[in-house]
């Protein structure tokens, strides 16, 4: 596989491959029939893209979408290996262009929408051209159970036996009914060689938190990651529109997104995310099918996922380049309720309900869990063998105590009234409170009236959370949410077993610590490295391709860390093959070499200061900011001598900034400018 490892270094310009990559790139070169599972971001598109540069002939590659399929395409493009698409999107030079490369024979990726196969003359046509394998993404779409169902893709069966060629599918699905219909679909039933990569995505660190003013934890979590691409998923599209307009006002750029905007509205937001650097995007699940990004930096929860498949599947998005991402879920008493009356009032049929309750369940104990998230998660996937160290448990481990005669006394006030209660009144009744409920219903005369007053309304809350969450008890839609015991918690009553539960999620329900900033290089390389960006957004705007196109965070984030200083040190960066060194290499070593020698002297005083850093990071929210939050205003800027001032603030306040820089870039630019020199300092 010589040539192969040649190709990856000289044309893909990556050091190695991937886990998993090898043996599949081995299996579909040597013309096997394969099905891959592979966790998003564990880079599938390689393992076709390389079989068919080392292969003979053109490699069909069948994508559901539209969009990705030409940011694919571009991005090949870009490498300098022949790719085209024919799809309903190409303008008629495209299209000709692809003929021509097929008859000239220069193409060797043709990636085509599953429609296209309902043209009778397609088949034809491949068969002419020569096509030696197909390729087909998210092979998934073909089972009609899934969510994802095309029934283009059933017609691919039907390619391969006229075409005769190997073919190989790659999916992030996982369970097992899926697999089996593939096989059945795309491959008549005999099994391909399979191929299943491990679930972990280790550069993505996972954080839960017990709601809290969510709002603000939200934007909280958000201000630490100024300028950074994120998505924000909320339960409601009520919420994705306030939310984005809080996030707008506190000086992000920032858009919604769901199902029920125009189709036109939506394009252009999926678009607007793609291309530009640094928008958050505050949506629905709608959100996420069509998105291709690999420099998605961070996804927050606004509320509770459905089950722990869709939580994976949404965290997924972020870091798909391998640079670290990350991901905080937001949680409380009225998800798990909404939760678990949608599942109780939908449709589907009884063992179907039981399965859904199961796998919000899962969930649940991960939000709730007491040690390694990952560990957690990754077991659901029967993956046992997990190192972590990069996860809010892990970070911070939490402390457990023995919940047992607490969890006993609440079950037991829920038993004496019937089951007919909320948590609120409950919790009334644990303290001993002496409300007008209370009292109409006579219920200070129950033994367990008054016996929780060790803990406080709040912590009582963070118990029944965790009751819930141990699904030990669940709201009844039948009695308008009332908590009723299940099953699982008659050991706990019988004292027969014991419970630990987190101590934190009752403090820290007390207690919001604002959250630490995670830097992607140290503090060293942070000017560097923002100035790279910068020279990236150019060129990307210039070109018209998103950002990643040019060069991916992780490439930049090496050459920020290595700073080659020659072009053949540049080729050794990760990323960087041959026909980017020659596009893209000088403009890069120039920012590189320069970037000590053309320091702005305004800048060069503040050298070696903490103040030098701050600086930098205001300049890059300006950039960010300079077209406004929405990206449609007036350009704006503040001079290098203005920033170093506003640097140097000592007590920092919007009052203080205004003074510096006026009215009007204090309203653009001084909330996000607040917030770096409160990080800061
Ligand atoms: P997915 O499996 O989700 O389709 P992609 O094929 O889009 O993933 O790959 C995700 C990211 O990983 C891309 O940015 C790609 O350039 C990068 N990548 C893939 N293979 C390698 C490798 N061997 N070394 C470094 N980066 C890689
Ligand atoms: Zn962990």
Redesign the pocket.
Known sequence: MSGAATL?RDV?G?????PG?QEIVEAVTAGENTLSI??????????F?MPALLRDGVTVVISPLIALMRD?VR?LQELGVGAGALTSGNTPEETDAVWEGLEAGTLKLLYMAPERLAAGSVTGMLKRVGVSLIAV?EAHCVSQWGHDFRPDYLRIGELRRTLDVPLAA?T?TADTETQAEIVQKLFDGVPPRAFLRGFDRPNIHLAFAAKNGPRAQILNFASGRRGQSGIVYCGTRAKTEGLAKALRDDGHLALHYHGGMEADDRRTAERRFQQEDGLIVVATVAFGMGI?K??IRWVAHADLPKSIEAYYQEIGRAG???APAETLTLFGPDDIRLRRSQIDEGLAPPERRVADHARLNALLGLAEALACRRANLLKYFDETDVTCGNCDLCDTPVEVFDGTTAVRKALSAMLRTEEWFGAGHLIDILLGNETDKIRERGHSDLPTYGVGKEYDKREWQAVFRQMMGHDLVRPDAARHGALRMTDAALPILRGEASISLRRDSIRAAASQRRPAVKAMVSDEDAPLLSALKAKRRGLAEAAKVPA?IIF?D?TLIEMAEKRPDTLDAMARI??VGAKKLENFGDAFLEVINGAAAEMHPTRRKLAGRAAGSVFDQLREVQTTLSRGADGGEKPLSCSTSLLAKVAQLHAPNLDAIERILGEKRTERFGPAFLDVLQQAG
């Open positions: 990856l893909f990556f050091d190695g491959f991937r990559q592979m966790p998003t971001g564990g880079g599938k598109s390689l393992c893209q694919q991005a993404d790659f992030a291709d690999p420099d798909r380049d391998g990643y991916n992780r990760g990323g």
